[in-house]
């Protein structure tokens, strides 16, 4: 039933450490059943996407948010004809190299790390988890994930430089992922924007009215919601909205990309990774939309005021605890320490701080860095 340019579980490139196959799980099923059991997956949910518990636990933590990446990505790939056990096992793994407190966490690790001319990447942080810390297996280290999932992990959202990232070259960084990759970087958008528009109005950041002021794509569908249900609460109004956002922009990234399929004539996977471009894609129409609604979001939401304080704090406990364990490496937990005997300890510090969750990176902060201030401030 897969389309002729799906990847099909036979033509993987396989593992790095070979097995046997199983008998009746193909490898990518089995890819997502030892992703979804990896502690890095389960610590997803104390991860923050935007919004802190500080405000409520109904808001999405970075596993929710997974999950309904994942849903959207299988309704796609069902209609594309792709391989819907890979998309799927690409839309769990996504996010898996997320540190704590979401892109705050992301941006005061970055900064951190140039201050040793290095940088933090959330996907090649991905590749590092399923590769090095997780150890589950006897046979061999990490996952042993196969190439396609551990490709897809880096290349989903955007194409690395072979001259830059030279260790990354068995990734076939001069061509183009399979379509189940490219899939990923639009279903995530997807789920957050409307997802981030969602959580916006439950903390009260963001009104009804502010959005469809701010959203003409959203005005026209709420209009749409309220002609059919004009005795519903606004909040019911809202939802109704919602949804019908979600159709649209799902509706017609499968419309765009299957007429770009059917016009650049793709019929295997390696014409897929030799096309030039990505073939996965909005109509201008919607990508204008989609452009609107992030904008609306970093200006109403992201960078809101109400929010401000919450990124702050997030960026100076990450640039806290970072520091701390630079100047004592003593510190670290030792499978950490044996680290330090074949990488710099600032790449060490970096991924033990971007395993964390919210609360362990809190808890870190407590024990080390709290203390430390009090006993510099105390008087001698």
Wanted: glycine share 2%; net charge negative.
């Amino acid at each position: 039933m897969l389309a002729p340019y799906a990847l099909r579980p036979e033509e993987t490139r396989g593992r790095r450490y070979p097995e046997a196959r199983h008998p009746y799980r193909n490898d990518f099923q089995r890819d997502r059943d030892r992703v979804i059991h990896s502690r890095a997956f389960r610590r997803l949910e104390n991860k923050t996407q935007v919004f802190t518990r500080r405000y409520s636990d109904h808001f999405r933590n970075r596993l929710t948010h997974t999950i309904e990446v994942a849903q959207i990505s299988r309704t796609i790939a069902a209609e594309l004809g792709l391989n819907d056990d890979l998309v799927e096992t690409l839309a769990l793994v996504h996010d898996i190299g997320h540190p704590p407190f979401g892109h705050s966490g992301e941006h005061a690790l970055n900064a951190a790390m140039h201050e040793h001319g290095d940088s933090f990447d959330h996907n090649l942080h991905a590749l590092r988890t399923v590769e090095q810390f997780e150890q589950r297996y006897a046979d061999f280290p990490g996952l042993n994930l196969t190439f396609e999932v551990r490709e897809g992990i880096i290349k989903h959202s955007c194409d690395y430089d072979p001259q830059v990232f030279p260790h990354l070259s068995e990734y076939l960084l001069d061509q183009r992922p399979p379509l189940e990759a490219q899939l990923i970087d639009f279903t995530d958008e997807i789920a957050y924007n409307t997802a981030d528009l969602d959580d916006g109005l439950e903390s009260r950041i963001i009104t009804v009215r502010q959005v469809r002021t701010g959203l003409p794509v959203f005005a026209l569908l709420y209009d749409e919601a309220e002609h059919r249900y004009p005795k519903a609460p606004d909040k019911l109004k809202f939802n109704e909205t919602l949804k019908r956002l979600v159709d649209r922009l799902v509706s017609d990234l499968i419309d765009n990309t299957r007429k770009a399929l059917a016009a650049t004539y793709l019929d295997s996977v390696e014409a897929v990774r030799r096309h030039p471009n990505r073939v996965v894609a909005f109509s201008p129409e919607i990508e204008k939309e989609r452009q609107q609604i992030k904008a609306f979001l970093y200006e109403n939401v992201y960078f809101s005021a109400p929010l401000k304080a919450d990124k702050k704090k997030a960026e100076r406990l990450i640039a806290e605890v970072f520091a701390f364990f630079i100047k004592s490496p003593e510190k670290l937990p030792a499978s950490y320490q044996e680290k330090m005997l074949h990488e710099p300890l600032h790449r060490v510090v970096c991924d033990y701080i971007a395993g964390m969750t919210d609360n362990y990176a809190q808890e870190q902060h407590r024990a080390f860095c709290s203390e430390r201030k009090k006993a510099v401030s105390s008087p001698q």
